[in-house]
C-alpha cells in the first residue's frame, strides 16, 4: 500500500504561482502513470495532468502553457508547477498515481485564487 500526501496548496493572487508536491511513501518507479487531478465546488473531478513513465506529458486544455509536471524518483515525488494562476484554477487537487495492479490518492490540498 502506497501513502500519497500533497502540500503546498494555499491562497494566491490571480497571476501569481504556486507549487504542489505529491510525496509516495514508496517508490514511484513503479508507477506507470503520475497525475494531478482538480475538483472545483459543484462541478466534476477533472485531470489537470499526467506523466507517464516514457516521460510523455498530457496537459488540459485550461492550463496548457501555464502548468508543468515533473518528478522526482529519488525523493518519490511529483510535482505540478503553477504559474499565471487565475480565479478558475480555484479547487481541490488530487495526487494519483496508478500502478500495474492499484491506484492511489491523496487526500487533496486546497488552491484559491484571488481576483
Known amino acids: 500500500q502506497v501513502q500519497l500526501v500533497e502540500s503546498g496548496g494555499g491562497l494566491v493572487q490571480a497571476g501569481g504561482s504556486l507549487r504542489l508536491s505529491c510525496a509516495a511513501s514508496?517508490?514511484?518507479?513503479?508507477?506507470?502513470?503520475m497525475g494531478w487531478y482538480r475538483q472545483a465546488p459543484g462541478k466534476q473531478r477533472e485531470l489537470v495532468a499526467s506523466?507517464?513513465?516514457?516521460?510523455?506529458?498530457y496537459y488540459g486544455d485550461s492550463v496548457k502553457g501555464r502548468f508543468t509536471i515533473s518528478r522526482d524518483n529519488a525523493k518519490n515525488t511529483v510535482f505540478l508547477q503553477m504559474n499565471s494562476l487565475k480565479f478558475e484554477d480555484t479547487a481541490v487537487y488530487y495526487c494519483?498515481?496508478?500502478?500495474?495492479?492499484?491506484?492511489?490518492w491523496g487526500q487533496g490540498t486546497q488552491v484559491s485564487v484571488s481576483s
Open positions: 506523466l507517464e513513465r516514457t516521460g510523455r506529458t
Open positions: 494519483n498515481m496508478a500502478g500495474a495492479r492499484y491506484e492511489y
Open positions: 514508496g517508490s514511484i518507479l513503479s508507477m506507470n502513470v
